[in-house]
């Protein structure tokens, strides 16, 4: 077999391997909008630090109180955690003067399901 044949025939077991699908069926215009914003709202490394602190809790719930120290004002922190909740990612509650996030139910296993797919 010759040097380019042998090439020809890697490059294509390469492609084979680095391009299957994510998973049984393609994603809906819907869920992948709803996932993107997910994706695109963990890719700040403070939003994904606050994420990776309130999902660590044993509950997966967090007082602001107890997660604000990411290295940016308090304002900011706020604004982050905003961006966590409009992606689907954190609820929040206010208890007395404090508000309290928690990782939405199912979140991770959205994410986690594409991922492991994608594997």
Not at 47 to 62: C, G, M, N, T, V
Request: hydrophobic content about 45%.
């Amino acid at each position: 077999m010759s040097n380019l044949a042998l090439g020809y025939d890697v490059g294509r077991a390469a492609a084979a391997v680095c391009c299957r699908p994510l998973g049984e069926k393609e994603l809906s215009a819907a869920d992948s909008e709803r996932i993107a914003a997910m994706f695109k709202a963990l890719s700040d490394p403070v939003r994904l630090r606050l994420f990776s602190k309130i999902a660590a809790q044993p509950a997966r719930e967090a007082c602001v109180c107890d997660i604000q120290d990411v290295g940016v004002s308090q304002p900011t922190v706020s604004h982050h955690l905003r961006k966590l909740r409009e992606a689907g990612l954190l609820e929040s509650e206010r208890r007395a003067s404090w508000v309290y996030y928690r990782v939405t139910p199912g979140a991770l296993s959205v994410l986690a399901g594409l991922l492991s797919q994608a594997a």
